[in-house]
């Protein structure tokens, strides 16, 4: 009898110490993992561009904001949420525009803000050349990956990826294990020197979702030589993409948000070297005038608001000085097409 006690308390001792062994590897598996994926990301700067603005956004407070700015790269570089609320009382917003984004992850990041925020006003840019593309992996990753967990994104991750891209996202993105890999990895040779350190070419985050360019002007006779050996392509818009044009046209509606297209302006220069912009901006009024929602085409209107080559980064993306002068004639825009009433407020 005292010998069995004796056996069955031994092999709880022993089954006690391998718990805790267990935890004690899990806790330090996973505190290895945040320290190193930490570094990892502080190195890889050029990520943060998407991390910031997602992780901003949903961290406001709930049911705070009336505006919601998003599109691709050329909203994230051209709407200053800072400006648009001096220029318009009553105006709390946040730019979630992005680089590269196309319409289709654009309708599953403002389902999943929609959880978060119910504004008044939806204003998204729609650039012709992500409107033409079907699918790209790449930048509806960027924003899938710091999307924090909701029904959104698990509907994201089954209708915008492909099986082979779920399993690619499975095994590398989904398995800590992997990153912790290769966040070692870079940054082992990160200390030994044989990689260099990321550089960050996307600007500095500033307010809500608005990324400055810096002071950066675009070098128009590189811009010219680019441009002219190259001209740019157009075969017309995307059937997929307009299908999600039409999705979000249909969740504004329904949820009583009065929705605007608008297409920025670019580059003074450019516009006479683009032989594609103004059949392009043709078939995105067309598709906008089917779902009777208004479309504000500034793509060659830079010279009439007083932009110059010089407040342009590059080809289609304002630098900080662009993009304080667009803000403003903008929000005055927004009024004087009755788009914004000043008095409706929040």
């Known amino acids: 009898m005292n010998r069995s006690s004796s056996t069955s308390s031994s092999d709880r001792r022993a089954l006690i110490k391998l718990v805790g062994f267990l935890a004690l590897l899990l806790a330090v598996t996973v505190a290895g993992y945040f320290t ?3 570094l990892h990301h502080r190195e890889q700067q050029s990520w943060r561009v998407q991390d910031n603005m997602v992780t901003d956004f949903f961290s406001q407070e709930k049911n705070s904001l009336n505006t919601l700015f998003i599109g691709s790269s ?20 946040f730019n979630l525009g992005a680089s590269s984004q196309m319409p289709d992850t654009t309708y599953h990041l403002l389902c ?22 079907e699918h790209d992996h790449t930048q509806s990753t960027l924003i899938f990956k710091p999307m ?14 492909t099986k082979e891209e ?14 912790m890999k290769n966040a070692g990895i870079y940054n082992l040779q990160l200390s030994l020197g044989l990689t260099e350190e990321a550089v960050d070419t996307s600007g500095t985050y500033e307010d809500r979702g608005y990324f400055s360019l810096g002071d950066r002007v675009v070098d128009v006779a590189e811009m010219t030589t680019q441009h002219t050996v190259k001209p740019e392509t157009y075969e017309g818009l995307s059937e997929t993409q307009c299908d999600y044009i039409r999705r979000i046209a249909e969740l504004c509606k329904e949820r009583g948000i009065k929705l605007l297209f608008v297409s920025a302006p670019m580059t003074p220069s450019y ?3 683009n032989p ?25 209107s830079a010279e009439a608001i007083g ?19 667009y803000s403003r004639y903008f929000a005055d825009y927004l009024t004087d097409i009755g788009f914004y009433s000043i008095e409706k407020g929040n």
């Open 112 to 133: 999943a803000a929609l959880e978060r925020q119910d504004p008044d006003y939806v204003v998204m840019d729609i650039y012709y050349g992500f409107a033409a593309k």
């Open 74 to 93: 050329r909203m994230m570089c051209s709407v200053i949420p800072s400006v648009m609320e001096e220029e318009l009382p009553g105006m709390t917003c």
């Open 148 to 161: 924090p967990l909701c029904r959104q994104k698990i509907r994201m991750f089954f209708d915008l990826f």
């Open 36 to 38: 190193i994926s930490a």
């Open 276 to 300: 594609v912009l103004d059949r392009a901006s043709a078939d995105v009024k067309a598709l906008c005038d089917s779902l009777d929602v208004p479309f504000c085409d500034l793509s060659a």
């Open 307 to 325: 932009l110059t080559d010089a407040h342009f980064a590059d080809r289609i993306h304002f630098n900080r000085a662009g993009a304080e002068i």
């Open 166 to 179: 779920r399993e690619l996202l499975l095994k590398t993105w989904f398995n800590p294990f992997y990153r």
């Open 271 to 273: 516009i006479p070297l």
